[in-house]
C-alpha cells in the first residue's frame, strides 16, 4: 500500500503546528512590567553554572559561551525567579531565536546545549518533555 503523504508533508505540517503553538504562547505572556527583576538570584545562577562547568572540566571557551547564553536567557524571561523557570520558558526561548531571531541550527543548539545544561546539572530540573521546540531549519546544500 501507498502512502497517504509524503515525508515532507509531515515534516511541513508539524513545522506549522510548531510555530502555531510558538505564537499563541507569545500573546499569553506577561507584560514586562508584571515581573519583578531578581538580580541577585541570577548572578547566584551564574555562579553556580560556573562552578558546574568547572566540575565537569568543560573549556574556558566553553563557559564563557554557556555563561552569555545564560545572560541571554535570563534577560528574555525577564528577570523571572530561576526556581519559577519551566520548561515553557526553554521552549519559548528557542522559539525566539528561530522565529524571531532567525539564527543559524548551529546557534541555536549551542544555545540549546548551554540552556538544557542550566536545567540539568544547576537547577536539576528535567526538560526531556520540552525539547520540541520550534528549530531553526537547516540550509541544504545544492549536490
Not at 510555530?19 to 548572578?43: A, I, M, N, V
Request: glycine residues 4%.
Amino acid at each position: 500500500m501507498g502512502k497517504k503523504y509524503e515525508d515532507r508533508q509531515v515534516n511541513q505540517a508539524d513545522t506549522a503546528l510548531r510555530l502555531y503553538d510558538y505564537f499563541l504562547s507569545q500573546t499569553s505572556l506577561p507584560k514586562t512590567g508584571d515581573l519583578c527583576p531578581d538580580k541577585e538570584s541570577w548572578r547566584s545562577l551564574e555562579e553556580k553554572m560556573r562552578e558546574a562547568l568547572r566540575l565537569r572540566q568543560r573549556s574556558l571557551s566553553t563557559e564563557k559561551t554557556y555563561l552569555l547564553w545564560l545572560r541571554n536567557f535570563g534577560n528574555f524571561v525577564n528577570g523571572k525567579s530561576p526556581h519559577q523557570l519551566e520548561g515553557r520558558d526553554l521552549q519559548d526561548f528557542l522559539g525566539e531565536l528561530a522565529v524571531g531571531k532567525k539564527v543559524s541550527p548551529s546557534t541555536q543548539n549551542q544555545a540549546l546545549n548551554a540552556i538544557v545544561f542550566l536545567y540539568r546539572h544547576v537547577l536539576d530540573k528535567n526538560t526531556e518533555q520540552v525539547l520540541s521546540a520550534v528549530r531553526a531549519k537547516r540550509a541544504d546544500l545544492a549536490p
